[in-house]
């Protein structure tokens, strides 16, 4: 399965998901979370399946979208009360007028770096990364084409930041190619492309497909701190229920401790919304426990790293200037419900 179909998968039991939503308890809040559907969202579906979402005063309904840009759009319109997808779009959003708050993460260092087998090979045991790269253009006369998502996206910003300030490669020995995020997983498999940065559970599908791409650098070695998936609130939404909230991060406390502790559990529920009896339950339950799937809850984690990566979109040139973050984090809600839980 791809990632197209893992995305069309999501949409097809968006509709079905939200039916026993609507049944919470008299008095619930009607909560719509839009969400793009990867690992990284998975304590939010498993909070819904335990029913901890129903105990926090949250009747949810779900939809689902290709991006966070995407999603934004429908945030400023109010068609969503929750934004469920990764962070480096919020910032951008606040500083047009959309009032968002972030009010608690879901997963960091989502995105790694894989090599497609003709790349692979070079990264030997006591060779560094510079010395692969260098390796794979004299044995080629190329220089390796690296996939990911465009300029100024998080996967872009944290391929750049391990290529030339962590590893250190010669530019001539690189040549990095912009595409979707479908497309960069179909690209590794089909030896289009001799890496790319990837997430769950495209790392688990590619992985699956082919045993000869290799993970490479982690989410922490491409850019440390690497902030990914949080679950932000609109102002209206956070300002009218602030205990509603309080308790529905309390309960993406408890769910990131269940995937912690027993996946196995949590992987029915992961499944159920994102593509069950499409995709493979393993898979799910792979991706869970992945390298590439590291869940927090504590949205102050994320504060500094998105500072620094959003700095260094502005070296890049992808960014203009740094923008405000005033107001964008809402940490006193986990700190409450951290306190709460004991």
Same mark, same amino acid.
């Given at each position: 399965m791809d990632r197209r179909q893992?995305?069309?998968?999501?949409s097809a039991l968006a509709a079905t998901?939200?039916?026993?939503h609507t049944a919470a308890a008299q008095g619930a809040v009607p909560a719509r979370i839009g969400y793009i559907p990867?690992?990284?969202?998975?304590?939010?579906?498993?909070?819904?399946?335990?029913?901890?979402l129903k105990e926090a005063g949250i009747a949810a309904s779900f939809t689902v979208f290709e991006s966070g840009p995407n999603m934004i759009q429908a945030f400023a319109s109010g068609t969503i009360d929750f934004y469920l997808a990764g962070i480096a779009p919020l910032a951008v959003a606040r500083s047009r007028g959309v009032d968002v708050r972030v009010?608690?993460?879901t997963a960091?260092?989502?995105? *790694?770096?894989?090599?497609?087998?003709?790349?692979?090979?070079?990264?030997?045991?006591?060779?560094?990364?510079?010395a692969a790269f260098k390796a794979h253009r004299a044995a080629t006369g190329k220089a390796a084409r690296l996939a990911t998502q465009p300029?100024?996206? *998080?996967?872009?910003?944290?391929l750049q930041y391990w290529l030339w300030e962590v590893v250190k490669a010669d530019r001539a020995d690189i040549e990095i190619v912009p595409m979707g995020i479908d497309a960069t997983q179909q690209a590794v498999l089909a030896g289009a492309v001799e890496g790319g940065i990837v997430r769950e559970p495209a790392l688990t599908i590619v992985q699956t497909?082919?045993?000869?791409?290799?993970?490479?650098?982690?989410?922490?070695?491409?850019?440390?701190?690497?902030p990914g998936t949080v679950l932000a609130g609109s102002g209206a939404f956070v300002t009218k229920h602030p205990e509603a909230v309080e308790r529905t991060v309390g309960a993406l406390i408890r769910a990131a401790a269940l995937i912690a502790s027993n996946p196995d559990k949590a992987a029915p529920h992961v499944g159920a919304a994102l593509g069950k009896g499409i995709v493979d339950p393993a898979l799910i339950r792979k991706g869970l426990t992945s390298?590439?799937?590291?869940?927090?809850?504590?949205?102050r984690k994320i504060i500094e790293p998105s500072r620094a990566m959003q700095a260094y979109q502005v070296k890049l040139g992808s960014l203009e200037k740094e923008l405000p973050f005033d107001g964008l984090f809402e940490t006193q809600f986990y700190e409450r419900a951290l306190k709460a839980a004991g």
């Amino acid at each position: 399965m791809d990632r197209r179909q893992f995305l069309l998968a999501g949409s097809a039991l968006a509709a079905t998901a939200a039916l026993p939503h609507t049944a919470a308890a008299q008095g619930a809040v009607p909560a719509r979370i839009g969400y793009i559907p990867i690992i990284g969202t998975a304590p939010v579906f498993v909070a819904q399946g335990e029913g901890w979402l129903k105990e926090a005063g949250i009747a949810a309904s779900f939809t689902v979208f290709e991006s966070g840009p995407n999603m934004i759009q429908a945030f400023a319109s109010g068609t969503i009360d929750f934004y469920l997808a990764g962070i480096a779009p919020l910032a951008v959003a606040r500083s047009r007028g959309v009032d968002v708050r972030v009010v608690a993460a879901t997963a960091v260092a989502e995105n *790694v770096f894989v090599a497609a087998p003709a790349l692979a090979k070079f990264f030997t045991p006591g060779t560094s990364a510079a010395a692969a790269f260098k390796a794979h253009r004299a044995a080629t006369g190329k220089a390796a084409r690296l996939a990911t998502q465009p300029a100024g996206s *998080v996967p872009n910003t944290t391929l750049q930041y391990w290529l030339w300030e962590v590893v250190k490669a010669d530019r001539a020995d690189i040549e990095i190619v912009p595409m979707g995020i479908d497309a960069t997983q179909q690209a590794v498999l089909a030896g289009a492309v001799e890496g790319g940065i990837v997430r769950e559970p495209a790392l688990t599908i590619v992985q699956t497909r082919n045993p000869g791409i290799r993970l490479i650098a982690g989410g922490e070695e491409l850019f440390p701190g690497q902030p990914g998936t949080v679950l932000a609130g609109s102002g209206a939404f956070v300002t009218k229920h602030p205990e509603a909230v309080e308790r529905t991060v309390g309960a993406l406390i408890r769910a990131a401790a269940l995937i912690a502790s027993n996946p196995d559990k949590a992987a029915p529920h992961v499944g159920a919304a994102l593509g069950k009896g499409i995709v493979d339950p393993a898979l799910i339950r792979k991706g869970l426990t992945s390298p590439a799937s590291k869940f927090e809850i504590d949205p102050r984690k994320i504060i500094e790293p998105s500072r620094a990566m959003q700095a260094y979109q502005v070296k890049l040139g992808s960014l203009e200037k740094e923008l405000p973050f005033d107001g964008l984090f809402e940490t006193q809600f986990y700190e409450r419900a951290l306190k709460a839980a004991g």
